[in-house]
Antibody
């Protein structure tokens, strides 16, 4: 079945970087974009950016511009999200999701189970 | 950047109907998508492309839109519908945005 499997929980110190992976299976990886979101404890979902899995083009939320890098490895059917200069406010659950498009409608039909990132000194 | 505004919380009696709204300029150009998220769980797609439900989503969930407002309606709410609901849209710049979220309580 179609699924996105994310890497395990991370604990990082302030100022460090974290790289989270999202491995796709059950479909042609390059046929769909992958988005990254995060959700701090008790807070709303927050969109971070997306990558065109076919050509590697990316777009980032202005909030994370300069700190986030989304890449992909087509041979491994895996997308990656790297966030640098971590601070305590980056403690959150990080999700990847597959994008679908249907005439003026963009939606995410398959989600990874999330990766907990804790930033603590 | 675009924003999507939702009421923070609504409550509904078991078996009754509740409507959740989402407002934002991007909804004039793009349809809203709706996700359900229960505590400690991953968001689940419930409505996409105006009023389509993925397989497995009960037909008591429906969507509609008008102008800059999208709505999710639960007709005959069940106890298992108690969750947070988020709307989502793309904007004309290619950015995506999630709504502020609505907590639905079933009484």
């Amino acid at each position: 079945q179609v699924q996105l499997v994310q890497s395990g929980a991370e604990v990082k110190k302030p100022g460090a970087s974290v790289k989270v992976s999202c491995k796709a299976s059950g479909y042609t990886f390059t046929s769909y974009a992958i988005h990254w979101m995060r959700q701090a404890p008790g807070q709303r979902l927050e969109w971070m950016g997306w990558i065109n899995a076919a050509n590697g083009n990316t777009k980032y939320s202005q909030k994370f511009q300069g700190r986030v890098t989304i890449t992909r490895d087509t041979s491994a059917s895996t997308a990656y999200m790297e966030l640098s200069s971590l601070r305590s406010e980056d403690t959150a659950m990080y999700y990847c999701a597959r994008e679908r498009i249907a005439a003026r409608s963009y939606y995410m039909d398959v989600w990874g189970r999330g990766t907990t990132v804790t930033v603590s000194s | 950047s675009s924003e999507l505004t939702q009421d923070p919380a609504v409550s509904v009696a078991l078996g009754q109907t509740v409507r959740i709204t989402c407002q934002g300029d991007s909804l004039r150009s793009y349809f809203a998508t709706w996700y359900q998220q229960k505590p400690g769980q991953t968001p689940v797609l419930v409505i996409y492309h105006r009023n389509n439900r993925p397989s497995g989503i009960p037909d008591r969930f429906s969507g509609s839109s008008s102008g800059n407002t999208a709505s999710l309606t639960i007709t005959g709410a069940q106890a298992e519908d108690e969750a947070d609901y988020y709307c989502h849209s793309r904007d004309s710049s290619g950015n995506h945005v999630f709504g502020t979220g609505t907590k639905v309580t079933v009484l």
